[in-house]
């Protein structure tokens, strides 16, 4: 096939759409092999399937160490768009969260695309591997030749996000991304919240390009949705960052006890309380002593005389 080459028209517009679907650039070549320039998504349009309220967490920490450190640029607003009372950051290092092929710190079975070209496998198709950016082989490509692809990577635990990395195609075809946006949620269940970071990515096919997230976000989903690309939308990408712990829920180790307190004043005196059932019968008890002679008894009345006759 003939080599990439840049250029094409711009369509009138290009919507950000979740499910990957955008505007057709009409009458461009309809392949990876065959690349036209990719055109750039007008800045902040969005579809409303991205929600912009976040939701509320607690401030966060890093919880294994790793290579390299986050700081914020904006603290106010990494608080802003995490619902929290600071911005959440990696103090004691970060590490890819995507990882290798080799050495995979997210399974192939948690990264999906919004489509693949002609569903090959040598372009993701059953593949997640190919989006990863130790892949030299041909990578991740989309199967439309518009803005609003994206690749997909679902956490079990929720991240904070401080770094992203992106790389274009390796093998000879001249295809890369220049620019993208980030859809996250913060929970398995909430909704889609668009970073207000447009992130520039790619000049060329083979220089990695490491953007800091500006700021930090926390996400359990993460959609990286291309807005301008360079010959077709083809992709190797990793995240950095560490696990979020919500600080609500650690606690420390247990204090002394403390001194005992005073004796408390005396309560008023309560209600008498109900009459109880009557107790059992006693046992009978011993005789008791003779009593004194009584007074004498009356005189009694004289007896009647007989009158027998023998």
């Keep these: 096939r003939r080599p ?3 250029g094409g028209a711009a369509p009138p517009s290009a919507a950000l759409l979740p499910d990957g679907e955008g505007e057709d650039q009409r009458g461009q070549p309809s392949g990876p092999e065959d690349q036209p320039h990719g055109q750039h998504m007008p800045t902040g349009e969005t579809n409303n399937a991205f929600k912009t309220q976040p939701v509320v967490y607690s401030s ?7 290579r390299g450190s986050a700081a914020l640029v904006d603290e106010a607003e990494g608080a802003q768009i995490n619902g929290m009372d600071i911005a959440p ?20 079975s948690a ?21 990863r950016l130790d892949n030299k082989d041909s990578p991740w490509c989309a199967g439309h030749n518009v803005l609003g692809e994206w690749i997909r ?19 000879g075809h001249e295809s890369w991304v220049e620019n993208f946006r980030i ?3 913060q929970t398995r269940d909430g909704d889609f919240l668009m970073h207000p970071q447009t992130f520039t990515a790619n000049t060329d096919s083979t220089t990695p390009v490491s953007i800091l997230t500006e700021p930090p976000f926390v996400a359990h989903e993460i959609k990286l ?39 408390g004043a005396t309560g008023p005196r309560g ?29 009694a009345p004289p007896a009647l005389g007989a009158d027998c006759a023998w």
Excluded: H, Y
């Design 89 to 108: 950051i990696c103090i004691t290092g970060s590490a890819p969260l995507v990882g290798s092929r080799d050495v995979p710190a997210l399974k192939d």
């Design 111 to 131: 990264i999906d695309f919004s489509s693949v070209f002609e569903d090959r496998s040598e372009f993701g198709n059953g593949e997640p591997w190919r989006s």
């Design 183 to 185: 859809a996250f949620k």
């Design 60 to 66: 966060a920490a890093p919880s294994r160490p790793g």
């Design 225 to 263: 949705v291309i807005t301008q690309f360079s010959g077709w939308p083809c992709l190797r990408a990793d995240l950095d960052g560490c696990e979020f712990m919500d600080i609500r829920k650690i606690r420390g180790r247990q204090g002394t006890p403390g001194a005992a307190g005073g004796k």
């Design 4 to 6: 990439p080459r840049r």
């Design 153 to 171: 990577w679902n956490f079990t635990t929720p991240k904070v996000v401080i770094r992203i990395t992106t790389l274009g195609r390796p093998d």
């Design 271 to 299: 209600e008498p309380g109900q009459q109880g059932p009557p107790g059992p019968t006693g046992l009978v008890g011993l005789d008791g002593a003779a009593g004194e002679p009584g007074p004498p008894g009356e005189d």
